[in-house]
């Protein structure tokens, strides 16, 4: 055979190499993807609906032990968890023996420290199911049952980068005022037949405290991560500037996501995608208040973003901060995973999981039927602004591949 003919011959021999590795292994690869992507779907459909149970089988460890050892740099639970009602349950009916005021921030709160010596953080209740916060998308009070629901929808979404939640009721009276320390103590009153106390925080005012019905006070507990896991806070780049007539760069730069890709550690790694990740989850709860995100302490941006702190969410129903989305608006990428799974979670599917999740809670009901609602019609909101981006961008640019094996080791 001629040179010629074998250099044509060879050309065309790559030509078919090249079509079969674009158009057939990448097509498999993706879609064996889309195949697993199911399966988590299913799996986390049918350990959805959890009971609370006092009871661990098959261990002699504690459920603040076994909750310690499940978190990892890119999970605090894994996928499955068959003692999750075992720990939810302690967190729900362990007996107090400490009581402080809660770690510094805005927003009241108190640090318990339960039998066993595990630490949680209970948020009161300050608003009826069915009330409305107008004003700001951040107005108002955190909301103890978005801490709640919140969680479940972490888990619903397959990110497993909240904390534990659950709610709780407590008698401030016998439960709390005895092991309470002098600082949170002198911090109680009464309104009218009510037990109240307002705690220490920037906006905890002796004129707006938080009151028992009686002395039982409904609250959520949140599981502290363990310390071996310090946390370090971030400056969120979408971050707003809660001030009047000011505006954020991001909400008025489009080109915006690409000074961010250039700042580390949205330049590599999974932090970018984690933001992006956020926003969607923050979009279906109405949380616009994410100025400052939490990360675990010298990751060098291969820690996940860590979902705390979402009580300022499920506030209003009728408002829809599409702001909240601006991450994926302006980046136009997306995790190919958190795509399948919003898709899954069409035709009503999210609201039944919701409620199936949150069923056995011991406030249920957590949400009122409003909020379950415009979860479900933000989600056709987030698909459709996927699907704008996509028609501008090309599906190959906007759905990223990010597939990380986790260990739990």
């Given amino acids: 055979m001629k040179l010629k003919q074998r250099v044509v011959l060879l050309a065309i021999l790559l030509v ?28 986390m459909m049918a350990g959805l609906r959890v009971e609370l149970v006092p009871k661990l089988d098959h261990t002699l460890q504690s459920p603040w032990e076994i909750a310690a050892q499940w978190v990892v740099p890119r999970e605090v639970y894994p996928e499955e968890t068959p003692e999750l009602g075992a720990i939810l349950h302690a967190m729900a009916t362990k007996k107090i023996i400490k009581a402080d005021v809660g770690y510094k921030g805005t927003q009241l709160k108190a640090l318990l420290i339960l039998e066993g010596g595990q630490k949680v953080v209970f948020k009161p209740k300050r608003y009826n199911r069915d009330y409305v916060v107008e004003g700001e998308p951040y107005a108002g009070y955190d909301r ?12 619903i979404l397959g990110f497993r980068r909240a904390p534990l939640v659950v709610g709780r009721f407590v008698n401030l009276r016998t439960e709390i005022k005895p092991v309470a320390t002098e ?16 705690g220490k925080c920037y906006y905890c005012r002796e004129t707006e405290p938080a009151c028992a019905d009686g002395d039982t006070m409904e609250g959520s507990v949140t599981l ?14 979408w971050g707003r500037t809660y001030r009047e007539g000011k505006l954020a760069r991001w909400e008025y730069d489009e080109s915006y996501c690409d000074a961010v890709k250039k700042t580390s550690p949205y330049d590599s790694g999974p932090r970018l995608l984690d933001i992006i990740d956020t926003a969607v989850f923050d979009y279906l709860i109405g949380n616009a208040d994410r100025h400052h995100y939490e990360s675990f302490q010298d990751d060098e941006g291969a820690s ?15 408002l829809d901060e599409r702001s909240i989305l601006a991450p994926l608006y302006q980046c136009c990428i997306i995790r190919v995973s958190t795509w399948n799974r919003l898709n899954s979670l069409k035709n009503g599917v999210l609201k039944s999981a919701l409620e199936s999740a949150m069923a056995h809670d011991p406030i249920s009901p957590v949400l009122a039927d409003p909020h379950l609602d415009a979860a479900a019609q933000r989600l056709l909101s987030v698909l459709a602004t996927v699907k704008q981006c996509t028609d501008q961008f090309g599906t190959d640019s906007v759905l990223v591949e990010d597939r990380m094996p986790l260990s739990h080791l």
Wanted: hydrophobic share 45%; glycine share 2%.
């Fill in 224 to 237: 502290w991560l363990p310390d071996v896991w310090p946390l370090q806070k971030h400056r969120h780049p």
């Fill in 304 to 318: 996940m973003l860590i979902l705390l702190d979402n009580a300022k969410s499920f506030g209003n129903p009728s």
């Fill in 16 to 43: 078919i190499f090249i079509f079969t590795k674009v158009f057939l292994i990448d097509n498999l690869d993706t879609s064996a993807a889309n195949r697993e992507d199911q399966r988590a779907f299913h799996r």
């Fill in 144 to 155: 103890h049952n978005a801490e709640v629901a919140a969680f479940h929808l972490d888990r």
């Fill in 183 to 198: 600082q949170l103590l002198s911090t109680f009153l009464t309104v009218g037949n009510n037990t109240c106390f307002y």
